[in-house]
C-alpha cells in the first residue's frame, strides 16, 4: 500500500475504533503499558512522550509518576483517539498531560526534548517504523530512554487468522507486515539501526481472555487494526467472517469464552549521550 493511503487507512481506522477498542482490548492490553513504564523507571520531573497512546493508558500511568513537576505528552494519529484521551484525562482533573495528533514518523517536537518515550502496541502500524523509531531517538536528549512493545511472532499469536479472513474479502492487503518487528531480533535490529544503545529485549506469552463470542468479536473486527476495512462489510460478509473466525480459534474456547494465546516484546533502549555518539 502506498504510504500516504497507508497512513489514512490508520487514521480512519483507529477513528472508528475508539469505543471498541478501549472497552474490549484495552483492559487485556494493561499489562504492556504497566510493563513499559517499569522499564522507563521514570522519575518525578521527568518529561515523557507517549506515541500512538491510543485511549491514553500508558500516558495516564506516566501522568501520575513524574507527578506535577514533570509533564506527559499523548499522541496519536487518530484525532478521536486523541479526542477521548483528552476528555479522559479533563475528567480525571489531570493537569501535567496534553493530548496531540501526530504521526509517529513526522513527531512536530524538538529535537532532545523529551526524557523518556513510550510506544505500547503502536509500532505495527506505521508505513515506515524504522522512521518512527528515528523520530523517537531524535526527540530524546541524550541518554533518554525509550521502552515499546510489540505483538510477537505471528505463529504465536492465537488471532492472527484475523488478517487473512479480512484480506480475503477486501481488495488490498490490511496491515501486511503487522508481525515484523516480532521475529526474533527485528526489534532490537531497528533500535540499533536508529542509534540507540544499552538495548534489553524480552519476550513474554500471555493469553487474551474473552468472555464470550461477542467480546472477542468486538475486539478483533471493530476494536482493532481491521476496523475500516470490516466497516464496509455487509451484514452477510460481517456474518461469515465472524463464523469463519471463530473457528479459526475454536480450539481456545474455555466454556463460553475464549483463552487466546498471545506473545509480546517489550524493548527498552537509550540515546547515547554525545560521546558515547562519538564512538559508534
Not at 473466525?245 to 475454536?250: N, P, V
Amino acid at each position: 500500500m502506498e504510504p500516504k493511503l497507508h497512513r489514512r487507512v490508520q487514521r480512519y481506522g483507529w477513528d472508528m475504533a475508539v469505543q471498541d477498542y478501549d472497552q474490549y482490548f484495552v483492559p487485556l492490553l494493561r499489562h504492556c503499558s504497566e510493563r513499559c513504564l517499569a522499564l522507563l523507571d521514570l522519575q518525578p520531573g521527568e518529561r515523557v512522550l507517549d506515541v500512538a497512546t491510543g485511549t491514553g493508558i500508558a500516558a495516564f500511568l506516566a501522568a501520575e509518576i513524574v507527578g506535577p513537576e514533570g509533564a506527559v505528552v499523548a499522541t496519536d494519529i487518530s484525532q478521536r483517539m486523541v479526542d477521548a484521551t483528552r476528555a479522559e484525562a479533563e475528567r480525571r482533573g489531570i493537569v501535567n498531560m496534553q493530548c496531540e495528533r501526530e504521526d509517529a514518523e513526522e513527531l512536530s517536537h524538538a529535537d532532545a526534548s523529551f526524557a523518556a518515550v513510550s510506544c505500547v502496541l503502536g509500532l505495527m502500524y506505521p508505513a515506515d517504523p524504522q522512521r518512527a523509531i528515528a523520530q523517537m531517538q531524535r526527540v530524546l536528549r541524550p541518554g533518554g530512554r525509550a521502552a515499546v512493545a510489540v505483538w510477537g511472532r505471528r505463529d504465536r499469536c492465537g488471532w492472527a487468522s484475523i488478517f487473512p479472513i479480512v484480506d480475503s474479502r477486501v481488495e488490498s492487503d490490511v496491515c501486511p507486515l503487522f508481525f515484523q518487528l516480532g521475529a526474533p531480533g527485528a526489534l532490537s535490529y531497528a533500535f540499533q539501526k536508529a542509534g540507540f544503545v544499552d538495548l534489553h529485549e524480552e519476550r513474554v506469552d500471555r493469553p487474551l481472555c474473552f468472555a464470550g463470542e461477542r467480546d472477542v468479536l468486538a475486539a478483533v473486527f471493530a476494536g482493532g487494526p481491521v476496523a475500516l476495512a470490516y466497516s464496509k462489510f455487509s451484514p452477510e460478509t460481517r456474518e461469515a467472517a465472524h463464523r469463519e473466525f471463530l473457528e479459526s480459534i475454536s480450539e481456545y474456547r474455555r466454556g463460553d469464552g475464549y483463552e487466546v494465546p498471545g506473545e509480546f516484546v517489550f524493548m527498552l533502549a537509550r540515546k547515547p549521550v554525545l560521546s558515547e555518539a562519538e564512538g559508534l
